[in-house]
């Protein structure tokens, strides 16, 4: 199982880009590299999803270097909505059905200023 | 609308009392998971199953019970609750394998144990 370690916090401010960035260094060939977004209270919610290179859709960005070794989440122009905590989750298949076990992270706490 | 549906979404209880949170999804996914999230230590998987009358162990199952007699069902069991299973409960939902896809979670059971 793949583990995965991302800063605990991180604040930032109206307008401005955040990075989070996700260590996984013993991810496996078939894992995927997915993150999520929990606000308070609520149940955790998918943002974006990759296998390798670069991913983009209407929410987020995510960044896989060629050796698969982190990520990072990209959030451009956040606003006061997006202040909440992100996980990140690396899983796949895994020999023998070990990848159906999920081990999520202890998640990212953004706060976005005004 | 695609949802996990759970509850008693909020329960006060006491040591000892057997109590069960349902969960049900309507999305004919095979695999359904628990995970419990405590302050501090984000979200741990308590039980899993890849199908009907298919159930494994997360990383912390101790102290409970689950059972998958229908797709659509995976009631998590606390058959002699303690106060350390004071939680926000979470269940969620994907195609298999979990890791490459995208788990649908529900909004959360608060539990208190006295």
């Known amino acids: 199982l793949a583990k995965t370690t991302q800063p605990i916090s991180m604040d930032s401010y109206e307008g401005q880009e955040v990075n989070i960035t996700c260590s996984h260094n013993n991810i496996a060939t078939n894992d995927y590299i997915t993150w999520y977004q929990q606000f308070p209270s609520q149940g955790p919610r998918f943002i974006i999803q990759g296998y390798k290179t670069k991913v983009t859709n209407e929410v987020a960005s995510l960044f896989i270097p060629a050796d698969r070794k982190s990520s990072t989440l990209s959030l451009p122009r956040v606003s006061l909505s997006d202040t909440a905590v992100y996980y990140c989750l690396v899983g796949g298949t895994g020999p023998g059905g070990a990848g159906n076990k999920l081990t999520f992270g202890g998640g990212t706490r953004v706060l976005v200023k005004p | 609308e695609a949802q996990v549906t759970q509850n008693p979404r909020y329960l006060i209880t006491v040591t000892g009392k057997k109590l069960t949170v349902t969960c049900s999804q309507n999305m004919n996914h095979e695999y359904m998971s628990w995970y419990r999230q405590d302050p501090g230590l984000g979200l741990r998987q308590i039980y899993y199953s890849m199908n009907v009358e298919v159930t494994d162990k997360g990383d912390v199952p101790e102290g409970y019970k689950v059972s998958r007699k229908e797709k659509r069902n995976f009631p998590l069991i606390l058959e002699s609750p303690s106060p350390n299973q004071t939680s926000l409960y979470f269940c969620?939902?994907?195609?298999?394998?979990?890791?490459?896809?995208?788990?649908?979670f529900g909004a959360g059971s608060r539990l208190t144990v006295l």
């Open positions: 969620a939902s994907s195609n298999i394998p979990p890791g490459a896809n995208v788990l649908t």
